[in-house]
């Protein structure tokens, strides 16, 4: 590679690179952090919300307990000995406990008067004495505080026992029931604070209750919300969530200890895993809200905006690489079209010998030779006219000239200067098949159409023609601006260039028409759009001329590239009905390149893929075969949706579609062929003097007419068709020497309307005529 466009290029990529490097680094840095801290302070919000559900509950039920316990009900009650005699005002104060169920859902409620000796429950009265958590209530009647939440554990009652303090018993296991419940102890009276209170109204609720409130899965990617009571104990989470989160909950209480604000969040590990767990110390009860987040889910977003990051610099890197190379090829080009030019001017010169010096130097050094050459050049350019037109036209074709000098040369070449509008015409020879030409005279048709060009159209309208690849481009100049009249002109010009064609050569040829354009530098644009319009023969055919601007906002165009996936879908249900693996596995790479193009149908890719899916499953269900046997259970449309790559999508049709639909096509084939046939031939025999035809076969056998007349040709070796004639002619012979039937007669039942085509069908079968083979019976039997 030339020295001075290494140094560009290095140069281009460079500038590029560097400043893309720094954004993405300062972009994934700043993203990443602020996720992070955003997802931090969402979970502490939902952790907070948490806490005041749950706070909210247990406030609501410490005033409808304050509330009772004031009332002149409870009041009257704790002045006397209550007895079971005492029916109505028990039965009062149940009540009341059982309203407390309008506040919150409880499990048990109690009002103990220690000073006489019994205790309500939401059931009966009994004596105190006799309720075995006695103990239990004793201890809350010497805990400081008047009002309070404890932690216990409880035995619930049976709700349908007579005793409602007796155990609940499993009718299977006949093992007590044990639940975690946490219990809100008011002493009566609230005031003054005293070790030896009158009376105690306890509330327990179900701790599941209070679980049910923490709502884990509120919090993304949360392991587990519990609570830590003054103590420091979980008392919401089972023996094995304690002792995993031992160490974590010791940290926490360390933490709420230590620190004066009572909430934040620390990073630990659990059961090998990094979680972040957030902490909320509440003012309320001394309890502590803890939610354990795994670092993994927190981090997960942070990866994805890594990833896409990465992605997105790289892309930017393959753009900057891309965009450097082609422009600083670009602007390296006049310096190499010069460098070229002055070693055409000295063929001694070796082009290596100018790459090992700067390209800059050595054309300083060839100008002097190029201003001695100059007059030699422009007598050989008088001589070379035609030629140097044709390749200025292809230099401007093909994009190797610059703005500057595509004027100059303009001028120079005597081309047309009084214009206001440029179009293209590109001509392709359509098909040489059925024509007196072979493919070998392609090259030299083509400078046939290029000569009848050039001597149709004057030479003030136009551009030498030229030849580009396998097309005929001709450049037209024209002198007016209105659209409708540029476009006829074109037409005009296009329809006279295909009619003199197939004239003088008998060719079918389409012309492609470009949009008008004003600048010469335009001209590859413009001879872009004239190849694009004649793409369209795909769809509309051969013999045609199309203007880009009828195709351009035309759905015709995309229906044409539909229409090609079409054609490759059919023959691809081709290859599968062939039962040929390999043909079918490259016409569906080829499928697969048109539908994932970056231009094409990426945001369509999977309705067509399952419209492709849809026509192969019909293969197995022509054949009464269950499409669950070939896809085997697995939701077919919803794995093809998962596939995410092109080598996956290839690799499960392959796998699952089409190999497992060959493989039974071909074990079908063998014993369906024989079956098939034999169904045909006996339709035949007991059909053979009506209307029986190959279409009416395969609407009895539920199969397609090509298909059986393929199955029946291969079975029998003969054709549906000759197989009747040559079994109706055996019938008629029978016919001939059994009955005493007239010929037209027997021609007429073996459904023939022309008596003329029967004689002759029987003559080609037997050699000889009807009338002549019965004439010969009657002499041989008289």
Avoid at 209 to 225: A, E, F, M, Q, V
Avoid at 447 to 457: D, K
Avoid at 630 to 654: C, H, M, N, P, Y
Wanted: proline residues 3%; negative net charge.
């Amino acid at each position: 590679m030339s020295k001075f466009l290494v140094r560009l290029l290095s140069f281009s990529l460079l500038l590029g690179a560097l400043p893309t490097v720094f954004i993405g680094l300062v972009s994934y840095y700043m993203a990443s952090q602020d996720m992070e801290k955003k997802v931090n302070e969402g979970n502490m919000q939902l952790l907070l919300q948490t806490q005041m559900r749950v706070e909210q509950m247990l406030k609501s039920l410490e005033m409808s307990a304050t509330q009772l316990a004031n009332s002149s009900l409870v009041q009257a009650a704790m002045n006397g000995s209550l007895t079971g005699e005492d029916f109505i005002q028990v039965r009062e104060l149940t009540t009341e406990l059982t309203n407390l169920q309008s506040t919150s859902v409880i499990k048990q409620a109690y009002l103990v008067n220690l000073e006489k000796d019994w205790a309500v429950n939401l059931g009966v009265m009994k004596k105190l004495s006799e309720y075995e958590n006695k103990s239990e209530f004793l201890n809350y009647a010497a805990y400081p505080a008047s009002m309070f939440w404890s932690t216990t554990k409880w035995t619930a009652p049976s709700r349908d026992s007579s005793d409602e303090d007796a155990p609940v018993h499993s009718p299977k296991s006949g093992q007590t029931k044990t639940l975690d419940t946490v219990s809100l102890v008011e002493k009566i009276p609230l005031l003054p604070r005293t070790n030896t209170p009158r009376g105690l109204l306890i509330i327990q609720i179900a701790a599941a209750d209070i679980r049910s409130i923490l709502t884990p899965n509120s919090i993304p990617g949360s392991n587990s919300n519990y609570i830590l009571d003054s103590t420091g104990q979980a008392f919401l989470s089972s023996s094995e969530q304690k002792t995993a989160y031992a160490d974590i909950n010791r940290t926490v209480l360390e933490q709420v200890g230590s620190l004066p604000q009572k909430q934040g969040f620390l990073n630990a590990k659990l059961n090998g895993k990094e979680v972040a767990v957030l902490y909320r110390a509440s003012g309320y009860n001394g309890w502590t809200y803890v939610s354990v987040v795994s670092i993994a889910e927190i981090t997960k977003d942070t990866k994805k905006i890594a990833i896409l990051t990465a992605a997105a610099c790289a892309f930017i890197l393959i753009i900057v690489l891309i965009i450097g190379y082609f422009g600083s090829r670009r602007m390296y080009s006049p310096i190499r079209n010069l460098l070229e030019l002055t070693q055409k001017i000295e063929p001694e010169y070796s082009p290596h010998e100018g790459i090992k010096r700067d390209e800059l130097e050595y054309i300083k050094e060839s100008i002097e030779t190029l201003a001695v050459s100059r007059s030699r050049l422009e007598q050989q350019m008088q001589g070379q006219s035609g030629h140097l037109k044709e390749f200025f036209v292809l230099k401007l074709f093909t994009d190797q000239i610059s703005e500057g000098d595509i004027v100059y040369r303009s001028e120079l070449y005597g081309f047309p200067t009084e214009w206001k509008r440029l179009g293209v015409l590109t001509l392709q020879i359509d098909n040489l098949q059925d024509t007196r030409y072979q493919e070998q005279d392609r090259e030299l048709l083509l400078f046939a159409v290029n000569n009848i060009v050039g001597e149709l159209l004057p030479a003030g309208t136009r551009f030498s023609p030229i030849l580009l690849g396998t097309s005929q481009v001709t450049l037209l100049a024209i002198a007016n601006e209105e659209p409708e009249q540029l476009k006829a002109y074109l037409y005009q010009c296009a329809e006279l260039i295909k009619s003199k064609v197939e004239q003088y050569l008998q060719l079918q040829v389409s012309i492609g028409i470009s949009r008008a354009f004003s600048q010469l530098s335009e001209t590859v644009k413009a001879y872009g759009e004239s190849m694009a319009a004649l793409k369209c023969r795909i769809s509309l055919g051969p013999d045609i001329i199309a203007h880009y601007e009828d195709i351009e906002n035309n759905e015709e165009v995309e229906s044409a590239v539909y229409a090609h996936l079409k054609l490759m879908e059919d023959q691809l249900i081709q290859a599968l009905q062939e039962v040929k693996l390999e043909k079918a596995v490259d016409i569906f790479n080829q499928y697969l390149s048109s539908v994932l193009n970056k231009d094409g149908f990426m945001n369509e890719h999977h309705i067509l893929l399952v419209q492709l899916m849809s026509r192969v499953l019909h293969i197995v269900q022509d054949q009464g075969v269950s499409v669950r046997k070939i896809l085997d259970g697995e939701s077919a449309v919803e794995r093809l949706l998962k596939l995410q790559t092109r080598e996956e999508i290839a690799l499960w049709f392959q796998s699952r579609l089409f190999a497992p639909i060959i493989k039974m096509l071909s074990e079908k084939a063998d014993t369906q062929y024989i079956n098939i046939a034999d169904r045909i031939v006996k339709m035949i025999h007991d059909l053979y003097d009506g209307e029986i035809s190959l279409e009416s076969c395969a609407a009895k056998l539920n199969f397609h007419p090509v298909y059986l007349s393929r199955v029946f040709k291969k079975e029998m070796g003969i054709s549906f068709s000759d197989y009747l004639s040559e079994y109706r002619m055996n019938m008629a012979k029978v016919m001939l020497e059994t009955t005493t039937m007239k010929i037209s007669e027997i021609g007429e039942k073996l459904q023939y309307k022309n008596i003329s085509a029967f004689i002759r069908t029987f003559r080609k079968t037997f050699g000889t005529t009807p009338g002549q083979y019965r004439e010969l019976l009657d002499k041989e039997h008289p």
